[in-house]
């Protein structure tokens, strides 16, 4: 554990310094269709190039609610590669649920604003629309253990004989998770191959739990790594550690002000005062209203006895 953790260590002074854009798993084998439906493929076209002119790119995420994508932090970032709260290409489209990159399944919108972790690489992107029809995936609430098996889902590059090409398909492949730190996952490929390992365009991948009968859990998305493919660890954000966050960044506010518990206790009583005060103030005007008839009915009129 010491040994993978030093390890971790050393990577990350070369490589978390300056991330960058990770594509899909290199060796990895193609998802089947309507398989990990919450994985996302996000598109940036038109993102500013170093040349003045603009680029396209892409990243990997998943769904964790009908609005919300989750993200590598560094998918977002300004020309001078520092992370940004908002978006950076000129359009920046989310699709949901295709695994055929070719096909027109799954659904589309655009993400419409992001919001960056303090401490770690992760960013939730909201989008245009909710995401109907598909399962968000749920956020594990314990954190990766040393010796268990991962899945990885991504979009990208992958190997084929003239070396990484762009996939046609989305990619999968299972890791083994060798530590854990506060902030980081260490894991390393084991199927289909030892040397599976994530590329550039799969920052923000999920890595999640999968149990028999159960409902897929995401750990951790894919943040840096050594050049792929390659055997070894890679390194992934723990999401566990971001619960609160997540919750407060993608709870729905519609406009009504917080209360608290004891003002909501008193709530019925204020209630019943109030329309206490409405009813005296209504009888009231009525009483005062009967006085001023009669007043007036007995009053005498002018010149008459």
């Known amino acids: 554990m010491i040994k993978n953790l030093t390890v971790l ?3 990350l002074v070369t490589t978390l310094a300056f991330p960058r854009p990770a594509a899909a798993i290199a060796n990895g084998e193609d998802a089947r269709d309507g398989d ?18 603009t680029r396209d790119s892409s990243c990997s995420g998943a769904l964790i609610a009908p609005r ?39 659904q589309e919108a655009q993400v419409v604003d992001v919001h960056q972790a303090d401490d770690t690489d992760v960013a939730l992107a909201e989008l245009s629309a909710d995401i109907t029809g598909i399962t968000p995936i749920r956020l594990s609430d314990t954190p990766a253990v040393s010796g268990e098996t991962l899945r990885l889902t991504g979009f990208g590059l992958v190997t084929d004989a003239s ?10 492949g299972l890791f083994t998770v060798n530590a854990v730190g506060d902030t980081l996952v260490e894991a390393s490929g084991t199927a289909p191959r030892p040397d599976t390992s994530p590329c550039p365009h799969d920052s923000g991948g999920p890595y ?16 840096t790594g050594p050049g792929c ?66 007043r007036r009915s007995t009053a005498r009129l002018p010149g008459r006895p």
């Open 208 to 223: 999640f739990r999968e149990t028999p009968g159960g409902e897929p859990a995401l750990v951790a998305v894919v943040s």
């Open 163 to 172: 070396g990484l090409v762009p996939a046609t398909r989305m990619q999968t």
């Open 68 to 106: 919300w994508v989750i993200t590598a932090g560094h998918c977002f970032r300004d020309a001078d590669g520092r992370k940004v709260s908002r978006t950076v290409a000129e359009k920046t489209t989310a699709v949901v649920g295709r695994s055929d990159l070719s096909g027109t399944g799954g």
């Open 36 to 53: 990990y439906r919450f994985s996302v493929l996000l598109t940036m076209t038109g993102l500013p190039a170093d040349d003045g002119g």
């Open 9 to 11: 260590l050393a990577v």
């Open 229 to 294: 493919p390659h055997p070894g660890p890679d390194f992934s954000a723990r999401v566990d550690t971001l619960a609160g966050w997540i919750a407060d960044t993608t709870s729905d506010r519609p406009g009504f002000p917080f209360l608290p518990l004891p003002f909501l206790i008193a709530l019925p009583a204020v209630a019943l005062a109030l329309v206490a005060l409405l009813v005296w103030q209504s009888t009231t005007r009525r009483s005062t209203a009967r006085q001023s008839g009669a």
